[in-house]
């Protein structure tokens, strides 16, 4: 009977201690509770990938237009396109105790240190256009990316037919973005297309460029160049042009103002255009939701549409 009795005791102990440890986990998630501040109130930090791209020049004015409308102070930093120096940035950021953090990754894996930084500092992240490999994120505001690509391949294969020869210029290694245009583009182009060559050009116009002369010297009877972004698109189109190639059909992504002016003008056949102003509105009202105590969804998808031009 003492054995007995001395086993329930201990049964009784572990399960007290088991609900302690559940009351703890509870304690600390209320510990954690976000602390609800007006719009006014925010100092949101801001880190774009490049600011010598349209496309995220453009994503930066939503955010700070929204913010300029609800007095809310913003701190942009413009990473140059360089992952080390985007990490630097952030770190600035935190130290200057931003009350959340938008972020564009240069670099979807070399962000995750940075991003879990933010984590341990308690500083909710929103990412934007590209995702980030590791660490807690609230929301990403992002096109659908495999979808895009899957509108270019699918236009091509209506233009030009089935088999046809194209190149793929694809954008930074490493990027989400590159690897879901990619991946959406190519579902469809492996079936219906004849992709003789693929290399990226970092979503850069004058790498589009360079990338695309190169192309032609080792396949100059292409029909058509998907470019991940409207910058090497534009890039593509100068190489195509400056080889006497004026029939090969250009498709870009993004819809950037020079993009889609190339399409209205029928320099580019297409671009998948997404609304990078809207974009930077989406993530800054994530923002204010959040600080509000509205639920955030993990995802938030930014509206895509085909531009074709009308040639």
């Given at each position: 009977?003492?054995?007995?009795?001395?086993?329930?005791?201990?049964?009784?102990?572990?399960?007290?201690?088991?609900?302690?440890?559940?009351?703890?986990n509870?304690?600390?998630?209320?510990?954690?509770?976000?602390?609800?501040?007006?719009?006014?109130?925010?100092?949101?930090g801001?880190?774009?990938?490049?600011?010598?791209?349209p496309?995220?020049?453009s994503?930066?004015?939503?955010?700070?237009?929204?913010?300029?409308e609800?007095?809310?102070?913003?701190?942009?930093?413009?990473?140059?396109?360089?992952?080390?120096?985007q990490?630097?940035?952030?770190?600035?950021?935190?130290?200057?105790n931003?009350?959340?953090?938008?972020?564009?990754p240069?670099?979807?894996?070399?962000?995750q240190?940075a991003?879990?930084?933010?984590?341990?500092?308690?500083i909710?992240?929103?990412?934007?256009d590209?995702?980030?490999?590791?660490g807690?994120?609230?929301?990403?505001?992002?096109?659908?990316?495999?979808?895009?690509?899957?509108?270019?391949?699918?236009?091509?294969?209506?233009?030009?037919?089935?088999?046809?020869?194209v190149?793929?210029?694809?954008?930074t290694?490493?990027?989400s973005?590159?690897?879901?245009?990619?991946?959406?583009?190519?579902?469809?182009?492996?079936?219906e297309?004849?992709?003789?060559?693929?290399?990226?050009?970092?979503?850069?116009?004058?790498?589009?460029?360079?990338?695309?002369?190169?192309?032609?010297q080792?396949?100059?009877d292409?029909?058509a160049?998907?470019?991940q972004?409207?910058?090497?698109?534009?890039?593509?189109?100068?190489?195509?042009?400056a080889?006497?190639?004026?029939?090969?059909l250009v498709?870009?992504?993004?819809?950037?103002?020079?993009?889609?002016?190339?399409?209205?003008?029928?320099?580019?056949?297409?671009?998948?255009?997404q609304?990078?102003?809207?974009?930077?509105?989406?993530?800054?009202?994530?923002?204010?939701?959040?600080?509000?105590?509205?639920?955030?969804?993990?995802?938030?998808?930014?509206?895509?549409?085909?531009?074709?031009?009308?040639?």
């Amino acid at each position: 009977m003492k054995k007995l009795f001395i086993s329930m005791m201990a049964a009784s102990l572990l399960l007290s201690g088991c609900g302690a440890a559940t009351l703890g986990n509870n304690e600390s998630k209320e510990d954690n509770k976000v602390e609800e501040k007006k719009a006014g109130e925010l100092k949101v930090g801001v880190s774009i990938s490049t600011l010598n791209n349209p496309f995220f020049v453009s994503v930066k004015d939503g955010i700070t237009t929204l913010a300029n409308e609800n007095k809310t102070k913003t701190i942009v930093s413009d990473a140059q396109n360089d992952a080390s120096k985007q990490s630097n940035d952030i770190d600035d950021l935190i130290q200057q105790n931003v009350d959340v953090l938008l972020v564009n990754p240069v670099d979807s894996s070399a962000i995750q240190p940075a991003v879990e930084a933010a984590n341990e500092a308690n500083i909710p992240v929103i990412t934007l256009d590209r995702s980030s490999d590791g660490g807690d994120i609230l929301t990403l505001v992002a096109s659908d990316n495999v979808k895009g690509g899957e509108m270019a391949a699918s236009f091509i294969v209506e233009k030009v037919g089935q088999g046809a020869k194209v190149v793929q210029l694809e954008g930074t290694p490493g990027a989400s973005a590159t690897r879901e245009r990619g991946k959406g583009f190519e579902t469809i182009a492996e079936k219906e297309l004849n992709v003789v060559q693929s290399q990226s050009a970092d979503f850069d116009r004058a790498k589009g460029l360079s990338v695309m002369e190169n192309m032609l010297q080792s396949n100059s009877d292409i029909t058509a160049v998907f470019a991940q972004n409207d910058e090497m698109a534009l890039g593509a189109v100068e190489a195509l042009k400056a080889a006497g190639k004026k029939d090969v059909l250009v498709i870009g992504f993004d819809g950037n103002e020079d993009g889609v002016k190339a399409v209205k003008d029928g320099t580019m056949a297409a671009t998948v255009a997404q609304q990078p102003v809207e974009m930077g509105k989406l993530a800054l009202q994530a923002a204010y939701d959040h600080f509000e105590g509205k639920k955030v969804e993990s995802k938030i998808d930014s509206p895509l549409e085909l531009m074709k031009a009308n040639k």
